[in-house]
Structure formats: C-alpha cells, structure tokens
C-alpha cells in the first residue's frame, strides 16, 4: 500500500500555487498552506489536522518540566530538563493528542467516503435509465446536461476528499518530522507505518476505483449522446460496493415525455395543453408536469410555461434529484423575473440549498442579474450573506466574476463587507487579487478593513502578485494602506512581489510611491535579489534606476571563511538511547570536503530532454478546460525499460524538464498519457514516434502534439522542446592515461548544500571564440559574419576554404600563427587578441601555442532565435558542432601526451548557449564546462577598451534557470556578470551552495582602469574566478585539500 511518505512528494508537487509558482515556498510554509487549503474546502476545515495546535503542543512540552507520578516518594517537585528530556518524559501526551487527530481525519473520511459511494451509484442508475431508452438524448438536452454536471461535480468532490486526505498524510509526516528533531528521537518511521499508513484514510484504491468509475460513464455517456451503437449492460463494475441501487421508475426514466418537454420549448401550447388534458387525473400526473416544468423553466417561451402553471399540477417546490436545484434557482440562473416572481409569490423556499450550498440568491450573483437580486433579497434579506458550501457569499461571487452592477446592489443593501471569522473569504482581497477598479472603488467606500488573508497576503500584496492593475496601489495608499507593508508567509513587502513575478508596471508605481527599496526578507534578501534570481530585466533596471535594492544580505559563513567549523553543540556526546533501547548512531555533519572527478557522460547511450514550455506557460492545454478540472500526466516509453514518470498538472517550474539515457533512437517512442488525477482511466493519450526526434537535421526542436480521447477525438494537445544528445562520434580520451578535473564540495552545520571549496583549475586561460564552418572545421572568429566588401556573411555558411581565403584577403597570414610558439605565457591578452583576428583553425592555434599556455575554448553557436533574426542559418547540427570541436581536441591532447607524459595543457569549454554547454558535457568526462550569462551586463555602459574583443552570441536568461541548467547537466560552474554579483552579493551564496564554480566576468571593464593590477581587486567575495577584458580567465588558487 502506498503510504503518505510517497503522497507527499505527490501533494507538493500538485498544489495549485498559481500556473508556473515555485513550490519552495509551500515546503517552507506548510502551516500557511494548510490554512489556505482549510479556506478551499471549508466544509473539510473543522477535520484537517490540527497542525497550528500540535506544533504549540512540542513547543510547550519541551519547556514543561517532568512532573513524577504521585506514589513516587522519592520525590514532589519537578525538576527542569532539557527540551530533548522534557519531551521523552512528555512523549505520552504527545502521542495521545496525535493519535485524536488521526481518528478525527479517519472518521470523517470515511463519513465523506460513503457519501461519494451512495452519489455515484445514484448517478449510475440515472444514467442506467436514460441508456435504456431506444434513442439517445441530445447533449443539449436538460436532463443530459444535468446527469453529466452531477458525474462532474462526482469528480470534484472525489478530488477535495482525496487533497484533504493527502495534506493531512502530509501534516502527519511533518508534524513527527518535528516531533524527532527537537526530542532528538527516531519515531516518524516506525509511527508512519504501524500507526498512520494502516488507517482507511489512507488506502487509495477505493478512491481511485470510484474515479475510474466516474470517468468511464462520463466517457460512455457522451458516446452514447453522440448516438454511438454502446452495448450497455449494467454489470458489476458498475456497482458501487456498500450502496443500495435505486431503481427508476418508468415514468422518471422513460422517454414517454420528451416530445411534449420539446413541444414546451418550441411554444406548442395547444400540444401542451391537450397533453394535460389527456393526463387527467392519472396518480403521476402532478409528478410529470412537475418535471416537464422545472426541465424547460429556462428556455421555454412563457405562454408554455404559463399554460403548466394554469394545470394547477405544478409543484414549485420540485426539486431535480441530481443537482437539488428548484425552479428558483433555474429562474435566477436564466435571468426569468417572470418565473422568479411567481414561485416568490407561491412562497417557494428562498433558502433552499442544491448540491453546492448554493441558495438562488448566489446564482442571480454569479450570471449578474440585477433585478432577480432585488426580488430576492427583498423576500429575504437575511440571505445576504448566506454562505455556500465554498464559503462563497453572495457578494464574493459577483466580486470573482467582476458583476460591477450586481456589486453595486448588494452594498445598497448594506452586504457585510468584512470577514466575520477566520474562515471567510475578504472581498477586498479578492477584488484586488482580480484587479477590477471598479469594484475596488466600490468596496473602499464603505471603509472596509485592510487585514490578511489565511496566506498571509494583504490586498496590497495581491495587486503586486497580480500585477492586473497597478492603478490599484495608488487607491490603497490613498485610503491609508501602508504600502510598505510585510506580509506574514515570507515577510515580502509588496515590491517584493512584484520584483519576483515581473511585474514592471507595478514595481514603478511603488517606486514612484517612494517605498522602501532597501527592505530585506526574513532570510536577509532584497527585492534587487528576487528579481535578479528570477531572470526579470526591466524590474532590475527600474532598481537600479533609484540606486538602492543592491541585495545586501547578512554576513554568510559560507563566503568568508575556507574551511568549517563545528559548533559545540553539534560535538558528539554521551551516547543516546532510545525507549525501545536502540543507540543513536546519528553522526556529526562531514567536515572533510569531498573530490568529484569528472562528470557523468554518454558512452553509448543516446540523451534526450524533453522541456514543457517556458516557466509560467501551460504545456498540456485542453479545448474545453472545464471538463478536465484535475488531471495527471505519465510520460513512458514501451520502446525502453525508463520508469514513468508521473507530473501533476499544471507542471510545475521544478519538473518541467525530463530526461532519458537510450540505447537506439530510431526504436524510441513516447507516450503521453493523461488520467484523472487519482484514477487510472485514461483521459487522453498522444504518442511522439522516433520521427519527431530523428526526423529533422537538427539536434533539436519544438513540437505540438495533439491528445486524443478514447474514442479518438482531439480534446487538447501537448506542447514541447527536445533535445537530442548523441554519445561522441570518435576515439574519446581514455581516463587511464587522461587524468579528469576535479572539484571538492563540503557541508556546512549552517547550510546542509553543497558547497564548491576548491577544484583542479587554476592559472590564466586565454579565451579562443570558436565556431564551425558549413563542412564542419572548428576556426577561430568572434563574431557570427564577416564583413566583405560590405557584405556581412556569416561563418557557418562558408567552408574553411572560403573562411581562410576571406582571411587572407583581409591581410591575415600564417606568420602570425608561427610567431605564437615563442610567447611567453605572461603575454596572453596579446595572445587573445592576435587569434580573435587570426582567421586560424582550432587545430592550428592549439598546434602553435605553447603548451603551457591553458586556453578556454569558448562555443559561438546561435539560439534557433538569433539564427532566425540574423539569417545565419541552416547551422549545423549540434552534435556535429560538439563532435568536430572535442576531436580537434582530444587528438591535441594525445600528441601533447605523446611529446611529454608529466604534461596536458589544460582546456575549459564556455558558451552562453545552454545546448552546446549541454552536448559537449554529456559527450566526455574530462573537460569541465561553464555557462556563461549576460544578465545584468546591459544595464552598465560597457567602458571602451582597446584591447576587448566585440563577440557574438551573449545572450541572458534567469539565474534560477541558469543554476538549474548547471545543476542537471553536471556543469563545472556559471559565469556571471560582474555588475550582477556587485550588485546583487547575495547571488554568489546561492550559487555557490548549489555546488557550482562561479567566475565573474569583468569583460566589460578595461583593465587599464586605476586599480585594476591586483586581479581580484573589486571582485565579490566567494567567486572563484576571474574573467578579464584582456580575454584572460583566472581562477583562484585552487585550496589544498
């Protein structure tokens, strides 16, 4: 059985925290996030865990002293422990609370459980009955459209019972998570499997049977509609276990009314009335025009309708068994005053609830009828704020769907504008959240309260967040709203928000509003950070712009000292031991620093990422969203033995990228599959054949696919990029006699992560620009064309041949190539700039520099948009472009081996492109690779420089991004602006704890500026190297290890 330790990584990943959210911030709040899922599904609220209390619950034990038993003569005073003893001796009460909650959660599931199981049975027989009619019923019929609202709504429900299940399997494992570091015990395991795994609530083949259930007959039903010959027999599958079938009666079932149901809607009143009169007195008289009333009370003409009421066998009070809905609330969904005011002056029941909570009043609010709302607050003004089963006021629904006039009416009737309790919604949150003026305008005139929402977030904040209406800020600071205000998730102010989420319109106008640029978080970041780590350009230049928010954060361990130190604290001391008697055996952290040699590469597989859209875009988009609410998508390949791998949707920033390791790719497929999110029904289904990734010259490319239902209609499609990583074409370097890099990473008490102190590089590396020619021969050129005559064309369309005669023809000859074997190595920025002109292949230029100068090869290669807005394409392909680049090197390598066993010059590969950066990883362990990244450089002048060499190809993207590319990819480090990390310090912890070499490139900056001697004058603390406008990178000395 699947326990809630594996639901966990499903719940995190499946929270919905707004399309393309991180999710790091739930996994570091996930008291807040309880409490907003408690505002979700408040008709759950009262049953989750009670995380808030148990938390106060360890806290207030830990500091209670041990309180012996009575009979205990010994002695009657308590005596004061530590908090580790405290909470042993208090471990009881602990667990007696622990253990209420688990039978509270349990108990109510199984109350919500047999409810699902008596809704779907009754659903089932309705559809029983329709099916056993001879013909099928139009999609457009009432009584079609309410059995598939009911399956849908069956679905709804089923996924609010399993996310309540899920966050409470989450809350348990957290709160024992807790529990054991502070009594510094080993109880969430062994609690987790004996105790909490075993419960009813959490066994999910019975809710993931009662959604397979669901989505087949939904399936079937439309099928059926369709007028598709279905077999239908009502076998056993179809039987809900533990429910009684409810057996249809001919005439609730039968299609002997339908004629005159549409007779009604086309306004036949003769039919009409003939057919009442044919009734008669018969028993079932009033029952059937009942129906056929509340069945056309929406679209029927009202002289039909009229001539129904004038039987006198109308009952108002008739209510439809699916949905609960009376005439009422079909009158105030239509707009019908008519039939409102009628069944108003019958005395229907104003307060009658349907399957939602939802009272008539509420529908008037959502579809935006202002005079059903007059009629129905003046029969019953205490409705107005009746709450539905969402928690949903009347005047939160007109405030969600933007009725501006129907706001506008509800105030007129003095409509609470402020929660009473916790649990309620805040209107003006809300309309903040949507960004409607209007109704913001509306709500602060009647003086509302600014408060908090269970997030924690302010209105101000939700504007920011939004980003919807900047105009909206201005109206709060005008009503006294602080706009610096912190929020209580992450103590954001509201430029925070809109510095991470990009929102320049509305981070000028708080900047035009002169808030605090300088604020700091609770982790001692700024606004400056978050948007630079985000990758937001024009939010950092609007920083910039008002010379504050540099993102100073506090002091860091990590960058000011070489090697750890271990707090007394975590020396070990007196072994421990547990209550069942088993020792500790935790160690302390590791303070010895660890060498990884080398990378992970290809030897004889094939690579393949697949990447979903960009961060915040949706990859799997369906025609008709409201059909599919809660989905799951399975990536699997029957061509391979790759595990599935599961993504709940929408995906998430942190899991849109997948990746294979194959052995052939023209066997390779992969299938998409999408389920119900907690079934195993099959939703949809596309299939990319082997052509999509072969089929093309390039290594990489876009594609749509389109999803298909079972019975093979296009209900959506899926989009995504690939990338085609082959293994090197070639004799690679044998690591027996070719030593790999290294770099050591070590662990901090204060920071767990990874930490980069030291690596195999050092020394001064002359940067060469390389790219390929059309046949594929690595040559030396900074810039994507040559200008000829006033014709600029590009490298990659000439052949070498052509390349080196451009070259010889602009005055470039081999002798200066000749005169580089008797440079000194102390003279490589002369070196740097005499082979950015040189018009040199790469093996030329290894062949003649000296073999003590190191060299970083770095890649020019356009993205598929530079080619595109350039006209630089066809390039070759990207492997092609690895292949032919590692061979000119590799053989370099050899034939130096060859002159000298104690020495190989060493080679470090660049490039701003992520995909070469990728291909020549993945194709060989020795060399390592570093990503290069202009972000932040084009908000500074670049200064002039005689001896910089103007390049091509530098391209942005965010540090979050780069650090992630970097990280899955096994990358040596990153290469940032220097004007980034100056500004933004910060910066370098973060990547530095990810593990990673960071070199800050000072290119722009000429070396001929006063002060620049020292190579690391200026630079920021931490990086370990330097990039100079001279083209030298210099890496610190690497620490002894």
């Not at 499903?10 to 309880?34: C, D, E, M, V």
Request: hydrophobic content about 35%; glycine content about 6%; charged content about 20%.
């Amino acid at each position: 059985m699947d326990g809630p330790v594996n639901w966990l990584v499903q719940t995190q990943n499946g929270s919905r925290l707004g399309r393309g959210r991180s999710l790091a911030p739930y996994l570091r709040k996930f008291g807040k996030h309880i409490q907003k899922r408690q505002l979700d599904i408040p008709e759950y609220a009262a049953s989750f865990v009670d995380y808030k209390a148990l938390k106060k619950l360890i806290k207030k034990l830990s500091a209670t002293p041990v309180i012996h038993a009575q009979n205990d003569l010994s002695t009657q005073s308590a005596e004061a422990l530590a908090p580790q003893a405290s909470l042993q001796a208090n471990k009881a009460t602990f667990f007696f609370r622990l253990e209420r909650e688990l039978e509270k959660v349990n108990t109510f599931y199984l109350q919500k459980q047999a409810e699902l199981k008596l809704r779907l049975d009754t659903l089932l027989d309705k559809k029983r009955g329709m099916q056993s009619r001879t013909s099928s019923a139009s999609k457009l019929s009432s009584r079609y459209i309410t059995l598939e609202e009911g399956f849908r709504q069956f679905s709804s429900d089923l996924n609010k019972l399993q996310q309540f299940v899920e966050i409470n399997a989450t809350a348990f494992s957290k709160i024992l998570k807790k529990w054991d570091k502070t009594s510094k015990s080993r109880t969430k395991e062994l609690y987790l499997s004996r105790a909490v795994e075993v419960q009813p609530c959490f066994n999910r083949d019975v809710i993931s049977d009662l959604s397979d259930q669901a989505t087949t007959n939904l399936l079937d039903l439309g099928a059926w509609a369709e007028g598709e010959r279905t077999q239908y027999t009502a076998s056993s599958s179809d039987q809900v276990p533990g429910a009684q079938s409810i057996q249809p009666t001919q005439g609730e079932e039968g299609d002997i009314d339908s004629p005159i149901v549409h007779a009604v809607k086309a306004g036949n009143e003769i039919l009409v009335r003939d057919w009442i009169t044919r009734l008669g007195t018969s028993a079932d008289a009033r029952d059937r025009v009942s129906k056929v009333f509340l069945n056309t009370v929406t679209e029927a003409p009202e002289s039909t309708l009229q001539a129904l009421l004038d039987s006198d066998l109308v009952n108002l009070n008739n209510t439809d068994e699916i949905n609960e809905r009376n005439c009422l609330h079909e009158a105030a969904i239509s707009g019908r005053v008519s039939v409102l005011r009628t069944a108003l002056a019958k005395h229907v029941d104003v307060r009658a609830v349907d399957v939602y909570g939802r009272i008539p009043l509420h529908y008037a609010c959502i579809h935006g009828h202002e005079g059903p709302i007059t009629d129905l607050l003046n029969a019953a003004p205490d409705t107005i704020d009746f709450k539905d089963l969402d928690n949903f006021t009347p005047l939160i629904h007109c405030v969600v769907h933007t009725r501006i006039s129907c706001v506008q009416r509800l105030l007129s009737y003095r409509v609470r504008i402020d929660p009473s309790g916790p649990s309620d919604h805040i209107p003006l949150n809300l309309a903040c959240q949507h960004g409607s003026v209007p109704i913001v305008d509306l709500l602060l005139q009647k003086r509302p309260q600014i408060l908090p929402d269970a997030e924690g977030l302010y209105p101000q904040h939700m504007i920011a967040r939004s980003g919807r209406s900047p105009r909206l800020l201005l109206m709060l600071r005008n009503y006294g709203a602080d706009l610096d205000q912190r929020d209580k998730l992450y103590q954001w102010t509201p430029l925070f928000h809109a510095a991470s989420e990009g929102h320049v319109e509305c981070l000028r106008t708080l900047l035009q509003c002169s808030v605090e640029t300088d604020a700091h978080d609770e982790k001692g970041l700024s606004a400056m950070y978050y948007a630079t780590w985000e990758g937001h350009l024009e939010c950092m230049m609007e920083l910039t712009s008002v010379g504050r928010g540099s993102g100073l954060t506090r002091p860091s361990p990590l960058l000011q000292q070489t090697a750890p130190t271990l707090p007394s604290s975590s020396m070990p001391g007196p072994m421990s031991m547990e209550v069942e008697g088993i020792p500790d055996l935790s160690l302390p952290p590791p303070i010895i620093p660890m060498r990884r040699y080398g990378h992970n590469f290809l030897d004889t597989k094939t690579f393949v990422v697949i990447s979903f859209g960009e961060p915040g875009s949706d990859a799997v988009q369906f025609y008709d969203d409201s059909k599919y609410p809660a989905a799951r998508l399975t990536i699997s390949s029957k061509s391979s033995d790759l595990i599935p791998r599961n993504l709940l949707l929408p995906i998430q920033d942190e899991f849109r990228v997948i990746s294979f390791q194959i052995d052939s790719l023209d066997t390779f497929s992969i299938d998409f599959d999408i389920f119900p999110t907690f079934g195993s029904r099959v939703i949809a289904r596309a299939v990319a054949s082997s052509k999509v990734f072969s089929g093309t010259t390039s290594s990489s490319g876009t594609w749509h696919l389109e999803l298909f239902d079972p019975r093979l209609r296009a209900i959506g499609r899926i989009s995504f990029q690939y990338q085609v990583i082959t293994p090197f074409r070639g004799v690679p370097l044998e690591i027996t006699h070719f030593a790999t890099y290294w770099k050591a990473t070590s662990q901090f008490v204060a920071q767990p992560n990874a930490l980069i102190t030291g690596s195999s590089l050092s020394g001064e590396h002359v940067r060469l620009f390389v790219q390929t020619t059309s046949d594929g021969v690595p040559v030396l050129y900074p810039q994507w064309t040559i200008n000829h005559y006033g014709l600029d064309v590009p490298v990659s369309r000439m052949t070498h041949e052509q390349f080196s005669t451009l070259g010889a023809q602009q005055g470039h000859h081999g002798e200066m190539l000749s005169s580089l074997s008797v440079t000194q190595s102390n003279d490589i920025p002369h070196v740097h700039q005499m082979l950015a002109a040189s018009f040199a292949s790469l093996h030329d230029a290894l062949a003649q520099l000296p073999s003590d100068v190191h060299v970083e090869i770095h890649v020019l290669y356009p993205t598929k948009i530079e080619e595109d807005r350039l006209l630089l394409g066809p390039t070759q392909n990207i492997n092609e472009v690895a292949n032919a680049i590692l061979t000119v090197v590799f053989n370099h390598a050899r034939h130096l081996r060859e002159q000298s066993d104690s020495f190989v010059r060493s080679v470090v590969f660049s490039s701003f492109n992520q995909d070469v950066c990728t291909a020549l990883n993945w194709k060989q362990p020795n060399y390592p690779v570093l990503l290069c990244n202009e972000l932040g450089a084009d908000t500074c002048m670049p200064a002039r420089d005689p001896q910089k060499v103007l390049s091509s190809g530098r391209t942005t993207i965010s540090i979050k991004e780069a650090v992630r590319i970097a990280q899955s990819n096994n990358f040596m480090g990153l290469i940032c602006s220097s004007h980034l990390l100056d500004r933004v310090p910060a910066l370098v912890e973060s990547i530095k704890v990810s593990g990673l070499v960071l070199i800050t490139d000072m290119s722009d900056i000429s070396d001929q500026q006063p002060g620049r001697n020292s190579p690391f004058r200026g630079v920021a603390k931490g990086v370990d190297g330097v990039l100079k406008s001279s083209g030298v990178l210099r890496f610190n000395e690497t620490i002894d290890i």
